[in-house]
């Protein structure tokens, strides 16, 4: 999940609070990050899942573009039609 849709899901701005705190930093940067007005580096990120119970994964608070983007299936070159 990314970091605004948790931001949003806190319906309580104490809830949102208590989450900042727990991840060691404050509600106005994390609402930055999910502006996308912010990058996060991978200690945060991880200080993010940690303090979400893994709401928010790594991938999610490092790369939300790249969470948000379907991974295609790969392709087998090899196989032979019949």
Known sequence: MHVKQVLHAYKCAKDRALMAAAADTTVSYLWQLAGGHRGCNRNMAER??????????????????????????PVNVFHKSA
Do not use: H, N, R
């Open 48 to 73: 993010l899942c940690t303090a979400t119970g893994g709401e928010i994964t790594v991938i999610d608070a490092m790369l939300p573009d790249l969470a948000d983007s379907a991974v295609p299936e």
